[in-house]
């Protein structure tokens, strides 16, 4: 049995994917949460079984030690930082459980350590107060894994949110007519969306191809203006679209291909999941984390540019425009890739990783 406790109103997304996806497979989990919480009601909402705590910590103690016997739990997955202390005291009085917590939230370790008591959830797994640690992104996985015993840490597929990205009520132009571009771009890492500006600017000298545009989704409406200051100097305003985070699910169902750009740390690996499960083209920069999803099967899933490269991007942009049979192989391919339901994966590769229960390797990541 594993318990699963979390002391705030709420868990991150991918977080409630795990707790799915171990409950759609039938596997012994409870959920002690908040009471009146938007956990307890998400909970509640999808027939799992789970307990209500109050806010008391020392009246939390003793309902979860009550629980651990009752449930003969041997597992405690945490997913904040009073849920770590609370389970650390439990050991105590348990000395046969394991501590298990998950991370998924974007942090720079490229340039700094993470693991310090600025995050001191992190904190309490360098200081080997968790047992196993649980993490979506893959690069974040390998600075884990170098740090620490790689029998401590554990990759988990990111599972997209593709229930928010249904088909737009807006009208999709017919790509007869104007083929449309999307990406993502963060305006602290300016190099990532100058390539792509600068290839739309190469693309206004190419002959013989349809109408095109390109929809840029930023972080936050903000940067809507650093991005049309760009555009401006490089004369492509005309064919561009800016929108921000709120409106993503309604421009990205516009979308004929998605361009991840990025030009270093953990690049779009969120989007090629989206793309492939919304069976969208890809073009991605040949950042590693991008690389070891496509080249580990097939490298039609998606066309690869060198990350820094601008005309090599507006290259792939217009094979990708003109070849609609190159356009079809790649949305098949990446379809494929991710056939296989990716919630069943989360959990054979979880338990898997825990040693509990016999399941066969099924990750797309090392």
Same mark, same amino acid.
């Given at each position: 049995m594993i318990l699963f406790i979390s002391t705030k109103n *709420?868990?991150?997304?991918?977080?409630?994917?795990?707790? /799915?996806?171990?409950?759609?497979?039938?596997?012994?989990?409870? $959920?002690?949460? @908040?009471?009146? !919480?938007?956990?307890?009601?998400?909970?509640?909402?999808?027939?799992?079984?789970?307990?209500?705590?109050?806010?008391?910590?020392i009246i939390e103690y003793f309902t979860l030690r009550k629980l651990v016997r009752e449930l003969k739990a041997t597992h405690l997955h945490v997913f904040d930082e009073k849920a770590a202390k609370l389970a650390w005291y439990l050991k105590k009085s348990f000395p046969f459980l394991r501590i298990i917590g998950d991370w998924h939230n974007s942090i720079d370790f490229i340039h700094a350590n993470p693991l310090t008591k600025e995050n001191p959830y992190l904190y309490a797994f360098e200081k080997d107060k968790i047992d196993v640690l649980f993490a979506s992104s893959p690069e974040f996985v390998n600075f884990l894994q170098r740090q620490?015993?790689?029998?401590? =840490?554990?990759?988990?597929s990111h599972v997209p949110m593709f229930e928010k990205?249904?088909?737009?009520?807006?009208?999709?132009?017919?790509?007869?007519?104007?083929?449309?571009?999307? %990406?993502?771009?963060? &305006?602290?890492?300016?190099?990532? $969306? +100058?390539?792509?500006?600068?290839?739309?600017?190469? /693309?206004?000298?190419?002959?013989?191809?349809q109408k095109y545009r390109l929809i840029l989704c930023v972080e936050n409406s903000t940067q809507?203006?650093? =991005?049309?200051?760009?555009?401006?100097? /490089?004369? =492509? %305003?005309?064919?561009?679209?800016? &929108?921000?985070?709120?409106?993503?699910? =309604?421009?990205?169902?516009?979308?004929?291909?998605?361009?991840?750009? *990025? &030009?270093?740390?953990?690049?779009?690996?969120?989007? @090629?999941? +989206?793309?492939?499960?919304?069976?969208?083209?890809?073009?991605? *920069?040949?950042?590693?984390?991008? %690389?070891?999803?496509?080249? *580990?099967?097939?490298?039609? &899933?998606?066309?690869?540019?060198?990350?820094?490269?601008?005309?090599? /991007?507006?290259?792939?942009?217009?094979?990708?425009?003109?070849?609609?049979? @190159?356009? !079809?192989?790649?949305?098949?391919?990446?379809?494929?890739?991710v056939k296989r339901d990716v919630l069943e994966r989360v959990a054979a590769d979880y338990m898997k990783k825990l040693h509990l229960g016999k399941y066969k390797e099924h990750s797309m990541f090392g």
């Open positions: *709420s868990i991150h997304e991918q977080s409630q994917k795990l707790l /799915l996806a171990l409950l759609r497979e039938h596997l012994p989990i409870h $959920f002690a949460c @908040l009471a009146n !919480s938007e956990n307890a009601s998400f909970a509640s909402a999808n027939s799992m079984a789970f307990s209500e705590l109050t806010q008391n910590g620490k015993n790689m029998g401590r =840490v554990g990759y988990l990205y249904q088909d737009s009520s807006l009208d999709k132009v017919s790509a007869d007519e104007v083929f449309t571009f999307y %990406t993502e771009i963060n &305006c602290s890492e300016e190099s990532g $969306f +100058l390539y792509v500006l600068n290839a739309m600017q190469e /693309l206004s000298y190419e002959q013989d191809i809507v203006n650093i =991005v049309l200051e760009q555009a401006e100097k /490089l004369g =492509v %305003t005309q064919q561009i679209i800016i &929108c921000d985070r709120k409106n993503k699910a =309604v421009f990205f169902s516009l979308a004929d291909a998605i361009i991840c750009s *990025s &030009c270093d740390g953990e690049g779009d690996y969120k989007m @090629l999941f +989206l793309a492939w499960y919304k069976k969208v083209a890809l073009i991605a *920069s040949d950042l590693s984390v991008h %690389t070891k999803f496509v080249l *580990s099967d097939s490298t039609t &899933c998606a066309l690869l540019y060198p990350r820094d490269d601008a005309h090599a /991007l507006a290259k792939n942009m217009v094979k990708i425009m003109k070849n609609s049979s @190159l356009r !079809s192989d790649i949305i098949l391919q990446g379809a494929e890739k």
